[in-house]
T-cell receptor
Framework: NAGVTQTPKFQVLKTGQSMTLQCAQDMNHEYMSWYRQDPGMGLRLIHYSVGAGITDQGEVPNGYNVSRSTTEDFPLRLLSAAPSQTSVYFC???????????FGSGTRLTVV | KNQVEQSPQSLIILEGKNCTLQCNYTVSPFSNLRWYKQDTGRGPVSLTIMTFSENTKSNGRYTATLDADTKQSSLHITASQLSDSASYICVVTTRNSGNTPLVFGKGTRLSVIA
């Protein structure tokens, strides 16, 4: 009963470094998505995928890349970290885009 | 523009008391509305989902209401417990085919104190 698993839970990066946030789900959900949560703001969609091999941009995609080679995994890549990317990142999955979402426990990222 | 507004931003209540959180939305076309509970350091967890035809739905001590005419929803918490301390997020789903079918409110931060 793992649900949605995110790793790492915490990460500190220097400006310009790259890294990958991992997300895996074991519910055979087709839809997966990445959000960022900043103080005083609602969750904002970064990228999403409606199935293996298919990804698309959300409302704040700049500076992030994604891929979906399997149904289970949906990693988020920061190509060149910037302080503006300091945030808490959540991965979520669902049977379909408008169904209920299961969220991971989040990755708190700090870029210095 | 599709928006979800929640009030109050934060709330402090004594253990055992009731409280009501509000959600107003301008999302169209409407599909459903969910309330999520987010504990500190955790991801949001769904409490209730309401479709256009539903007025009230309960989940234990949580009761959500929906008025689709006025585009308002409320979440009522009865006999609050310390474990109810969390952020409560209202999320409205649209029926459009765009890439952002979910519109998130900023949440209400509830603190229950002994």
């Amino acid at each position: 009963n793992a649900g949605v698993t995110q790793t790492p839970k915490f990460q500190v990066l220097k400006t310009g470094q790259s890294m990958t946030l991992q997300c895996a789900q074991d519910m055979n959900h087709e839809y997966m998505s990445w959000y960022r949560q900043d103080p005083g703001m609602g969750l904002r969609l970064i990228h999403y995928s409606v199935g293996a091999g298919i990804t698309d941009q959300g409302e704040v995609p700049n500076g992030y890349n994604v891929s979906r080679s399997t149904t289970e995994d949906f990693p988020l890549r920061l190509l060149s970290a910037a302080p503006s990317q300091t945030s808490v990142y959540f991965c979520a999955s669902s049977r379909q885009r408008s169904y209920g979402y299961t969220f991971g426990s989040g990755t708190r990222l700090t870029v210095v | 523009k599709n928006q979800v507004e929640q009030s109050p931003q934060s709330l402090i209540i004594l253990e055992g008391k009731n409280c009501t959180l509000q959600c107003n939305y301008t999302v169209s076309p409407f599909s459903n509305l969910r309330w999520y509970k987010q504990d500190t350091g955790r991801g949001p967890v769904s409490l209730t989902i309401m479709t256009f035809s539903e007025n009230t739905k309960s989940n234990g001590r949580y009761t959500a209401t929906l008025d689709a005419d006025t585009k308002q929803s409320s979440l009522h918490i009865t006999a609050s417990q310390l474990s109810d301390s969390a952020s409560y997020i209202c999320v409205v789903t649209t029926r459009n085919s765009g890439n952002t079918p979910l519109v998130f409110g900023k949440g209400t931060r509830l603190s229950v104190i002994a």
